[in-house]
């Protein structure tokens, strides 16, 4: 399972803007993803205005891969979006979540 941090919607396709790395990640890890996105820099404040709690979204991307990892066999995927990364020091907060369970690989008949 891997880990992907881009923007929401349906931006991300269109600007290409998603970073992608294999579970699990540590928070220099999230940081380092988060760098490589446009939405980044979003989160690092652009054109003047004020950052988010790059902290707390990097603490989460980094749970968050340790928790695919862990069930790696049982999720397909988990889609977190949006995530609001309120000011430093606030944290980061989920706003809507899927979870795609992985579907039972079928038993050999004898």
Known sequence: MGVVTAGGGVLVELM???ALDLCPID?????ALLARTRSGRL??????????DVEAFAALLARL??????YADLLEAVDLNPV??????RGALVLDALVIPRKPKKQATP
Do not use: N
Not at 27 to 31: F, L, M, P, Y
Not at 43 to 52: C, L, N, S, T
Not at 65 to 70: E, P
């Open 84 to 89: 609001a990364v309120l000011p430093p020091g």
């Open 43 to 52: 989160v690092h404040g652009f054109r003047g205005q004020p950052a988010g």
């Open 27 to 31: 928070s220099a890890e999230a940081h």
């Open 16 to 18: 290409r803007d998603a």
């Open 65 to 70: 891969s340790h928790v695919g990892a862990a």
